[in-house]
Structures are given as C-alpha cells and as structure tokens.
C-alpha cells in the first residue's frame, strides 16, 4: 500500500514538472492602432468620393462595398452599391452643385477592421453658395486591405421644403 502511494506522489510530481517545463503558448502581439492615420485614410476616401461625384462621373465608385446599404433622407435605404450609384446618378443630373465631405470623429473597432466615422457634408452651387449641409455616419469594412463603406446615412441640416 506504502509502495502505491510512493508511487501515486512521483507519478504525480513528474506529470506537474512537466506541465512546469512545457513551453508556453506565446500570446498574439496586440494590434497597434493609428486612430489619426486612420482617420487621416477615411478623409481621403471622402475626398476621393466627392471628387468622383462632383466630376459627374459615377462609374468608378470605389466608396462603397458591393453589399452596401445607404440610407438617404425620406426613401427607402437603398441596398447593394449598384442601386447606391444609379440613385447618385440621378442625383448629379445636370447639377453644377459641389459637395464636400469633413471626416470630424473615428471610432475604430480593437482590431482595425471596423470604423464608424461621423462627418459633415456640404453641399454649394456654381457661385459658391450653401445649399445644403448636415452631417453623417458611415461604418467602414477593411476588405482586401482597403476601407468601403458597408452602411452610410445622412441628416440634412436644412428644413424640410
């Protein structure tokens, strides 16, 4: 009995010094996230989508993921980037209006792959006049290493005509 027990401790005490000297499993390094470079990413697809909108031609939209959904002010959302650019389209027409895009806020998700972005949009006419403005949230997807918009709505500040 004496002869179990001795050998039930020394069982016992390799099986825990070999736990003790496995090698332990080394922890993902953490994703170092550059908010200001982020942000300074998403200003840019902003410029690049007003420069695509303002130039009147829509087919190269690179803003929007294929499976986007936009919500625009008393419509329907519009689903998929093809509905999202044919209703831009109507929308340039033969408008001479330009609009801009002020990325204010980034909140960036703890492994980069997510932004939600909350700007300012304004909208002038051919002698530089306001005619629209307000503010916006878009929620960005890195895809192939690029961010594209998956969901965007707007809020007009003008009252309603």
């Given at each position: 009995m004496e002869?179990?027990?001795l050998k039930g401790v020394v069982l016992g005490g390799m099986i825990a010094i070999l736990f003790a000297c496995s090698p332990k499993k080394e922890e993902?390094?953490?994703v170092v996230?550059?908010?200001e470079q982020i942000k300074k990413e998403i200003q840019a697809?902003?410029?690049?989508?007003?420069a695509t909108y303002n130039s009147g031609e829509l087919k190269n939209i690179g803003y929007y993921?294929?499976?986007a959904t936009s919500f625009f002010q008393n419509r329907a959302p519009l689903v998929g980037k093809d509905a999202i650019v044919n209703f831009l389209k109507s929308d340039v027409?033969?408008?001479t209006n330009k609009i801009s895009f002020t990325t204010k806020e980034v909140f960036v998700s703890s492994d980069g792959n997510q932004v939600v972005e909350i700007g300012y949009f304004k909208v002038t006419d051919s002698v530089s006049q306001v005619v629209n403005s307000g503010n916006y949230m878009s929620l960005f997807e890195k895809r192939n290493g690029k961010y594209v918009s998956v969901r965007d709505m707007s809020a007009s500040d003008q009252g309603v005509q």
């Open positions: 002869n179990k027990t993902p390094a953490a996230i550059d908010k697809k902003e410029d690049e989508f007003a993921a294929d499976d027409g033969q408008s």
